[in-house]
């Protein structure tokens, strides 16, 4: 993992807080929903982006690393927003075999961070 995706939470509670805040959400059903949508769409994701990567196609790699990107960042998954900026980075100079290794990591962060989102699902 790069040293600075490391250093960020998996998850930000306070952009979960502000999420909440901003749907005007006071029972947290809304965000409830949001969070369980991001984690169904999860393995989605993760297939999109490796698929891309390993096939070397760079539109549909920077489409599905830029989904993952924005949608990360709402939802507050911090750490796997920051892994999807530094493989767009790799993808953008075209840089697929380093980008390839980074794929088990971004697997498995995407798994902690999903069970992480489910804890605060059941909340």
Known sequence: ??????????VLDSVLEKLATDLGDHD?????RFINNYVELWDHR??????????RDADDAMDAILSLKISSSMVGAGRLGRMAEHLEGLV??????????????????G???????RS???A
């Open 1 to 10: 993992m790069t040293a600075v995706a490391a250093e960020v939470p998996l």
């Open 28 to 32: 947290g059903s809304m965000r409830r």
């Open 46 to 55: 993760y297939g999109r982006v490796s698929g891309a990567v390993l096939a």
């Open 92 to 109: 953008h100079g075209q840089l697929f075999d380093a980008a390839a290794t980074l794929l088990d990591e971004l697997r498995a962060c």
């Open 111 to 117: 798994m902690s961070t999903t069970a992480k989102l």
């Open 120 to 122: 605060y699902h059941l």
